[in-house]
């Protein structure tokens, strides 16, 4: 199985991945359009799945441009910041019980969207390139201040899901305990492989491994909302349990016929039509 091969599996994964969550985001929204808790885990929901979907795009053909890679990890990077700051806002209301002040809006907001904007600039990141299974990129003058921010956010999460887990009982610190739980396991991932190989080896590929694990976190926040009730959304067992399984289904066919195209091209009209025919099958 060539390289090439597994980015498209798991590009396709990621896909399925992303769709799941924008079910979950779409109920949650319509549970309680006017909830403060329901508005910034649907958001969260949202932008976790931009954020995965951007994964894996760099190795699934070699026609892919400089500029496109450029704009993928600016993108990733844009979204993890969004991800981050929706759900710190969604862990306060859960630890105040109320929608946060608005100084803790304006302040999230004020550290949020620099670091989307900076993401987006040419101070973050200057190129990038993608070869033999290789990627590499120059970062600007201002590079450090969109993974500080990232980090702060991150730990900001932890440290209000400690505090709203300490005066929580019952239901709602078993949910704390998973959503702490799922930060305490990804946290690693982008330190060592967004940050620590990338600068050592010259080979940001490693980034990949970060949207693997960011799957951890989402899939245990997902698991709060079903199984636990969180938000007492009950009707999201039942719709998104039937997704799922569909969702599976579909996917064991796309598995198998990537792994029987070794070589796969992705310019030839034939595999284009076939991926083609897939996302129409998975719609």
């Given at each position: 199985?060539?390289?090439?091969?597994?980015?498209?599996?798991?590009?396709?994964?990621?896909?399925?991945?992303?769709?799941?969550?924008?079910?979950?985001?779409?109920?949650?929204?319509?549970?309680?359009?006017?909830?403060?808790?329901?508005?910034?885990?649907?958001?969260?929901?949202?932008?976790?799945?931009?954020?995965?979907?951007?994964?894996?795009?760099?190795?699934?053909?070699?026609?892919?441009?400089?500029?496109?890679?450029?704009?993928?990890?600016?993108?990733?990077?844009?979204?993890?910041?969004?991800?981050?700051?929706?759900?710190?806002?969604?862990?306060?209301?859960?630890?105040?019980?109320?929608?946060?002040?608005?100084?803790?809006?304006?302040?999230?907001?004020?550290?949020?969207?620099p670091g989307v904007a900076l993401s987006f600039s040419?101070?973050?990141?200057?190129?990038?390139?993608?070869?033999?299974?290789?990627?590499?990129?120059?970062?600007?003058?201002?590079?450090?201040?969109?993974?500080?921010?990232?980090?702060?956010?991150?730990?900001?999460?932890?440290?209000?899901?400690?505090?709203?887990?300490?005066?929580?009982?019952?239901?709602?610190?078993?949910?704390?305990?998973?959503?702490?739980?799922?930060?305490?396991?990804?946290?690693?991932?982008?330190?060592?492989?967004?940050?620590?190989?990338?600068?050592?080896?010259?080979?940001?590929?490693?980034?990949?491994?970060?949207?693997?694990?960011?799957?951890?976190?989402?899939?245990?926040?997902?698991?709060?909302?079903?199984?636990?009730?969180?938000?007492?959304?009950?009707?999201?067992?039942?719709?998104?349990?039937?997704?799922?399984?569909?969702?599976?289904?579909?996917?064991?066919?796309?598995?198998?016929?990537?792994?029987?195209?070794?070589?796969?091209?992705?310019?030839?009209?034939?595999?284009?039509?076939?991926?083609?025919?897939?996302?129409?099958?998975?719609?």
């Amino acid at each position: 199985m060539t390289t090439q091969t597994l980015y498209v599996m798991a590009f396709i994964l990621s896909i399925l991945i992303a769709a799941f969550l924008w079910v979950l985001a779409v109920i949650v929204f319509l549970k309680g359009k006017r909830e403060f808790q329901n508005i910034t885990l649907a958001l969260t929901l949202i932008f976790a799945s931009l954020f995965i979907s951007s994964g894996f795009l760099e190795g699934i053909s070699t026609n892919i441009s400089d500029s496109f890679n450029l704009f993928l990890y600016q993108w990733s990077y844009a979204m993890g910041v969004l991800v981050l700051s929706s759900c710190l806002l969604f862990i306060l209301s859960i630890y105040l019980g109320r929608t946060p002040k608005k100084s803790l809006l304006i302040g999230t907001l004020l550290i949020a969207l620099p670091g989307v904007a900076l993401s987006f600039s040419p101070w973050f990141i200057t190129n990038a390139h993608y070869s033999n299974g290789i990627s590499t990129s120059s970062n600007g003058t201002l590079y450090f201040i969109v993974p500080a921010i990232t980090l702060f956010l991150c730990a900001s999460c932890m440290v209000t899901a400690i505090v709203a887990w300490r005066k929580s009982t019952g239901i709602d610190r078993a949910r704390l305990n998973i959503i702490f739980m799922g930060f305490m396991i990804f946290i690693p991932f982008p330190l060592i492989f967004s940050y620590i190989l990338p600068a050592i080896t010259g080979d940001s590929n490693y980034t990949n491994y970060t949207f693997i694990a960011s799957m951890v976190p989402i899939g245990l926040l997902a698991y709060t909302i079903i199984r636990l009730r969180l938000l007492d959304v009950r009707i999201i067992l039942r719709k998104t349990g039937l997704f799922l399984a569909f969702l599976l289904v579909l996917a064991v066919p796309a598995a198998l016929l990537l792994i029987l195209l070794p070589g796969i091209d992705i310019s030839s009209p034939v595999t284009k039509g076939l991926l083609f025919s897939l996302f129409l099958l998975h719609i």
